[in-house]
């Protein structure tokens, strides 16, 4: 239902053909809720992540909910807040337009790596 809503997104990492990660979760204004990721082949899903990031940042995102923070999601750039800190970020989200299919997806991984990695 929340796919036929255009609320549930899913972002696929291939290679070859085949499907070796991928992210998925729910998108409610500029909020996107990840549901999980998963990994078919070694770092498959570090750049389903990476690709996530870095299209609901161009579409006009402004907050990525990973549910809980894990070792593996803080060494990937993932930060936790403060309750109040999100409860803050969260209403000004929901209440912001964001739209997923603004952009195309990134093909240029080379790219993507620069503006996830970008510091300045």
Same mark, same amino acid.
């Given at each position: 239902?929340?796919? &036929? $809503?255009?609320?549930?997104?899913?972002?696929?990492? !291939?290679?070859?053909?085949?499907?070796?990660?991928?992210?998925?979760?729910?998108? %409610?204004?500029?909020? *996107? *809720?990840?549901?999980? $990721?998963?990994?078919?082949? =070694? &770092?498959?899903?570090? $750049? /389903?992540?990476?690709?996530?990031?870095?299209?609901? !940042? !161009?579409? #006009?995102? =402004?907050?990525?909910?990973?549910? *809980? %923070?894990?070792? @593996?999601?803080?060494?990937? #750039?993932?930060?936790?807040?403060?309750?109040? &800190?999100?409860?803050?970020? %969260?209403?000004?989200?929901?209440?912001?337009? /964001?739209?997923?299919? /603004?952009?195309?997806?990134?093909?240029?991984?080379?790219?993507?790596?620069?503006?996830?990695? @970008?510091?300045?």
């Amino acid at each position: 239902v929340l796919f &036929d $809503m255009g609320h549930a997104h899913c972002f696929e990492v !291939r290679r070859g053909g085949q499907l070796i990660g991928g992210v998925y979760g729910v998108a %409610l204004g500029a909020a *996107f *809720f990840g549901e999980s $990721m998963f990994s078919r082949a =070694t &770092d498959g899903s570090k $750049m /389903a992540l990476a690709y996530a990031v870095d299209h609901l !940042r !161009r579409c #006009g995102f =402004t907050l990525f909910d990973t549910q *809980f %923070l894990t070792a @593996h999601l803080a060494s990937l #750039g993932a930060v936790e807040i403060s309750r109040n &800190d999100y409860r803050a970020k %969260l209403a000004q989200a929901i209440e912001t337009v /964001a739209d997923i299919h /603004a952009l195309p997806i990134e093909t240029d991984p080379q790219a993507v790596v620069q503006r996830v990695t @970008h510091t300045s």
